[in-house]
């Protein structure tokens, strides 16, 4: 049996397509989105990461602003441009990159942005309304991954969904989103015994654990759907996700590439979450 392909970039491209009309039809309406990506540091990672946030939102006829700050700035110099981006009318959307250096306190500073222009959906206030089954923005990496799913036609309700790995930004949200379309969901981190186990009774597989080639085929349920969040750079270069593609592709129905599986989605959903915020900030109807 070989999985079939889950294809991200394709995916993306239809999604692209329709927030590219939408941006036009508010722009009839006087209305520019704006995106601002605030990077503090010099992280080699972030830098190509913002980078490829700006070239989407040109891409799309959404207004990037890119904050570039030295390493040394300091708490109150960055909440200060998470203040004036809150106040600016034509700032919908804000987002900080992650990693910030570590004299500065991320919590405070995700805080400090605006709910309304919380993009990246890792405000308390977003998170919250996540778990109460009703959410407004939704960190991009996880809705991203519930896109592809339903892109696909593949249904959730009733199937048996394993997340591998808790992060605020993808297994905590991921684990909230499928359990709110009906899957019985369970989540695996470092301390789960049995792992194995656990992710072979997984109809749906979503793995973020940020360790190469971690799930083999031996681990997966024969036919099932397996997401790989992880994006590795191995010592020769090359990407690699969480999950062994060779062995696992024989035994899994459904299966995303790295690159080219759940990536393009990210950017994507950042996109629509733009055009979410200013339909909430100008209060306009959803398209
Ligand atoms: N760093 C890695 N992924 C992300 C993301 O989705 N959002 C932000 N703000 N920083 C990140």
Redesign the pocket.
């Given at each position: 049996m070989s999985a079939k392909i889950i294809d991200g970039k394709a995916v993306s491209k239809v999604l692209r397509e329709k927030i590219f009309n939408k941006t036009n039809a508010l722009k009839e309406q006087g209305i520019v989105p704006g995106l601002a990506?605030v990077m503090v540091g010099e992280d080699p990672?972030?830098k190509i990461?913002v980078k490829n946030k700006a070239t989407a939102c040109q891409d799309m006829g959404i207004k990037s602003e890119v904050i570039r700050m030295p390493h040394s700035t300091s708490q109150d110099e960055l909440l200060d441009v998470v203040e004036k981006l809150n106040k600016r009318k034509d700032i919908h959307g804000i987002?900080?990159?992650?990693?910030i250096p570590n004299h500065i306190n991320e919590k405070e500073v995700i805080e400090r942005i605006n709910p309304l222009k919380d993009v990246?959906g890792?405000h308390p206030e977003n998170v919250g309304k996540l778990l109460s089954g009703n959410p407004y923005l939704i960190?991009?990496?996880p809705y991203g991954c519930l896109k592809l799913i339903e892109h696909y036609g593949y249904k959730i309700e009733g199937k048996t969904a394993v997340v591998v790995g808790r992060s605020n930004?993808v297994g905590k949200p991921m684990a909230v989103l499928l359990l709110k379309e009906n899957a019985t969901v369970t989540i695996c981190h470092s301390h789960t015994q049995n792992l194995a186990n656990i992710t072979r009774s997984a109809d749906i597989l979503v793995v973020a654990i940020r360790k190469p080639n971690f799930i083999t085929g031996d681990m997966v349920k024969p036919g099932s759907l397996v997401l790989d969040v992880g994006m590795n750079r191995l010592a020769n270069g090359k990407l690699a996700g969480d999950v062994d593609y060779n062995s696992v592709a024989k035994v899994a129905g459904w299966i995303t590439p790295v690159p080219g599986g759940v990536g393009p989605m990210?950017i994507t959903m950042?996109l629509q979450n733009t055009l979410e915020a200013v339909y909430e900030q100008e209060n306009l109807l959803r398209k």
């Open positions: 990506v990672a972030s990461y987002l900080v990159q992650l990693p990246d890792f960190s991009c990496t930004i990210t950042l």
